[in-house]
């Protein structure tokens, strides 16, 4: 029915709400029936003589309602919220269903029958060991724990013996054990200016001072790495050199060899954060594989597998250094849990882990797709293998602003303030495609994005 427009003008509620309560009320009379079709939203948006941004964000609180379900090249169509049943039956029998945190970066999550099947499989098949997986363990360098962390490590092209292989309960902690490790109070960290905000937070935490260096098109420059450890008191060059988060920029071999052969003239250690590595398909070494001496790596299963396989990876440059992060990583928190441990190390070994990363990278690569013809008339950065993008603004936008009139879509954004270090603040988003959403339901919010992008704020006012 695409005939249908809402009459609004018996609401005192914001226009974009009033849209989704016009649905509901003519859902609920039989003027629209489940298998309907809507309007376009620019079709709606001149009728109503409304701005594009608010059809759209009254689209979205309908879907948020299970009122409306969009199709990829088709449009959207009235379902009926009795098809979110299985939501709240779930609910009832202590199933979780909470909301994804969107201000994280999120991997896109399975969503075939069989892949589900088989990680459920491997999941019960732990109850057979259980019990000794609830106490507290130390993991030796014969367990099979540090046998397939090195398999699933040499993906990326790094070399390490299980003995000199430990855990940590995410990356984020492993990070945050490290740095204790090696500075104190007041020492200074060196990152590029534009960095995973994670790391300013420990940092802020840990009273250290964090140096942003300026970048170019290949990553941090070496000059101004040089220029800062000749001043002095630098305890480390922190990188996230691959898929970098937010600037999706992968540091070229070269620019690696640069700022190894610096740091090493220096005696400046590498802490190297490798969450995205496994993602990439056109493999770089990991610094810690041209100098592992000098490095501290630290590779995450969150972003390749799942978020919430809080279970990171770190090889540190000798055995001084690693007993020094077993001791800060211990006061910290005790040890990773040994469920964590044991269901990735039975997803390593049987195929399960391989399976999901692939569908990661698969699916990653089809949204991508969906974002170069949709933002193909904007600046943004990306790369194939990866789930997030970092889109520069333009039109007057600014990131605050942005973000608030696209909250209500299915796709993660963080403002760029967040990520600066020094230098002007970037007037860009961070924006995560990846998360519990279906792949038709991103296609529907990068249409709403790149209409937003081409209206001006003060055309796209929330309330009217």
Same mark, same amino acid.
């Given at each position: 029915?695409?005939?249908?427009?809402?009459?609004?003008?018996?609401?005192?509620?914001?226009?974009?709400?009033?849209?989704? *309560?016009?649905?509901?009320?003519?859902?609920?009379?039989?003027?629209?029936?489940?298998?309907?079709?809507?309007?376009?939203?620019?079709q709606l948006a001149e009728r109503l003589d409304l701005d594009f941004t608010t059809v759209a964000r009254g689209y979205a609180e309908a879907r948020r309602r299970g009122l409306l379900a969009a199709r990829v090249g088709s449009g959207s169509f009235v379902t009926s919220p009795e098809?979110?049943? *299985?939501?709240?039956?779930?609910?009832?029998?202590?199933?979780?269903?909470?909301?994804? *945190?969107?201000?994280?970066?999120?991997? /896109?999550? #399975?969503?075939?029958?069989?892949?589900?099947?088989?990680?459920?499989?491997? +999941?019960?098949?732990?109850?057979?060991?259980? @019990?000794?997986?609830? !106490? +507290? %363990?130390?993991?030796?360098?014969?367990?099979?724990?540090?046998?397939?962390?090195?398999?699933?490590?040499?993906?990326?092209?790094? &070399?390490? %013996? /299980?003995?000199?292989?430990?855990?940590?309960?995410?990356?984020?902690?492993?990070?945050?054990a490290v740095l204790t490790a090696i500075t104190d109070p007041g020492d200074r960290i060196a990152c590029e200016a534009v960095t995973y905000p994670g790391i300013r937070s420990l940092c802020g935490q840990l009273r250290l001072e964090l140096t942003g260096l300026p970048m170019d098109?290949?990553?941090?420059?070496?000059?101004?790495?040089?220029?800062?450890?000749?001043?002095?008191?630098?305890?480390?060059? +922190?990188?996230?050199?691959?898929?970098?988060?937010?600037?999706? !920029?992968?540091?070229?071999?070269?620019?690696?060899?640069?700022?190894?052969?610096?740091? !090493?003239?220096?005696?400046?250690?590498?802490?190297?954060?490798?969450?995205?590595?496994?993602?990439?398909?056109?493999? @770089?070494?990991?610094?810690?594989?041209?100098? #592992?001496?000098?490095?501290? +790596?630290?590779? &995450?299963?969150?972003?390749?597998?799942?978020?919430?396989?809080?279970?990171?990876?770190? @090889?540190?440059? *000798?055995?001084?250094?690693?007993?020094?992060?077993?001791?800060?990583?211990?006061?910290?928190?005790?040890?990773?849990?040994?469920?964590?441990?044991?269901?990735?190390?039975?997803?390593?070994?049987?195929?399960?882990?391989?399976?999901?990363?692939?569908?990661?990278?698969?699916?990653?690569?089809?949204?991508?797709?969906?974002?170069?013809?949709?933002?193909?008339?904007?600046?943004?950065?990306?790369?194939?293998?990866?789930?997030?993008?970092?889109?520069?603004?333009?039109?007057?936008?600014? /990131?605050?602003?942005?973000?608030? %009139?696209?909250?209500?879509?299915?796709?993660?954004?963080?403002?760029?303030?967040?990520?600066?270090?020094?230098?002007? @603040?970037?007037?860009?988003?961070?924006?995560?495609?990846?998360?519990?959403?279906?792949?038709? %339901?991103?296609?529907?919010?990068?249409?709403?994005?790149?209409?937003t992008l081409v209206t001006p704020p003060q055309s796209a006012a929330t309330y009217f």
């Amino acid at each position: 029915m695409t005939s249908w427009y809402p009459d609004l003008s018996g609401s005192a509620a914001p226009r974009y709400i009033a849209i989704a *309560d016009a649905i509901e009320a003519d859902l609920k009379s039989g003027r629209l029936a489940p298998g309907d079709k809507l309007p376009a939203q620019r079709q709606l948006a001149e009728r109503l003589d409304l701005d594009f941004t608010t059809v759209a964000r009254g689209y979205a609180e309908a879907r948020r309602r299970g009122l409306l379900a969009a199709r990829v090249g088709s449009g959207s169509f009235v379902t009926s919220p009795e098809s979110t049943a *299985d939501t709240s039956a779930g609910e009832a029998h202590g199933r979780r269903t909470a909301d994804a *945190d969107f201000s994280m970066n999120l991997p /896109p999550e #399975p969503d075939t029958a069989a892949l589900r099947a088989r990680m459920q499989d491997s +999941y019960r098949a732990l109850a057979a060991d259980l @019990v000794p997986l609830l !106490r +507290y %363990q130390s993991f030796s360098a014969t367990d099979p724990d540090r046998r397939m962390a090195q398999v699933w490590l040499g993906k990326v092209g790094l &070399s390490a %013996q /299980p003995d000199s292989i430990h855990f940590a309960p995410g990356a984020q902690a492993a990070l945050g054990a490290v740095l204790t490790a090696i500075t104190d109070p007041g020492d200074r960290i060196a990152c590029e200016a534009v960095t995973y905000p994670g790391i300013r937070s420990l940092c802020g935490q840990l009273r250290l001072e964090l140096t942003g260096l300026p970048m170019d098109r290949d990553g941090p420059a070496p000059d101004a790495f040089e220029t800062t450890c000749r001043e002095g008191g630098l305890k480390a060059l +922190y990188l996230n050199p691959t898929i970098n988060n937010p600037t999706t !920029r992968t540091l070229p071999f070269q620019r690696r060899l640069d700022l190894i052969a610096i740091a !090493r003239c220096h005696g400046v250690p590498i802490l190297e954060d490798d969450a995205y590595g496994q993602l990439c398909r056109d493999k @770089v070494q990991p610094m810690a594989a041209i100098a #592992p001496e000098l490095t501290w +790596y630290v590779g &995450s299963l969150s972003k390749s597998l799942g978020a919430g396989l809080r279970l990171a990876h770190v @090889v540190p440059p *000798d055995q001084n250094a690693a007993w020094r992060f077993t001791r800060a990583l211990r006061t910290a928190s005790i040890m990773v849990s040994p469920l964590t441990v044991a269901l990735a190390t039975r997803w390593i070994g049987d195929g399960t882990a391989e399976a999901l990363l692939t569908h990661v990278r698969q699916e990653s690569s089809a949204r991508q797709a969906l974002a170069n013809r949709h933002l193909a008339d904007h600046k943004f950065a990306a790369d194939p293998n990866g789930f997030h993008l970092w889109l520069e603004l333009g039109n007057g936008w600014t /990131p605050s602003a942005f973000t608030s %009139q696209i909250r209500p879509q299915p796709v993660g954004l963080v403002e760029g303030d967040a990520f600066a270090v020094s230098g002007p @603040v970037p007037n860009a988003v961070r924006l995560c495609l990846g998360g519990p959403h279906t792949r038709t %339901q991103i296609d529907t919010a990068l249409s709403v994005l790149a209409g937003t992008l081409v209206t001006p704020p003060q055309s796209a006012a929330t309330y009217f």
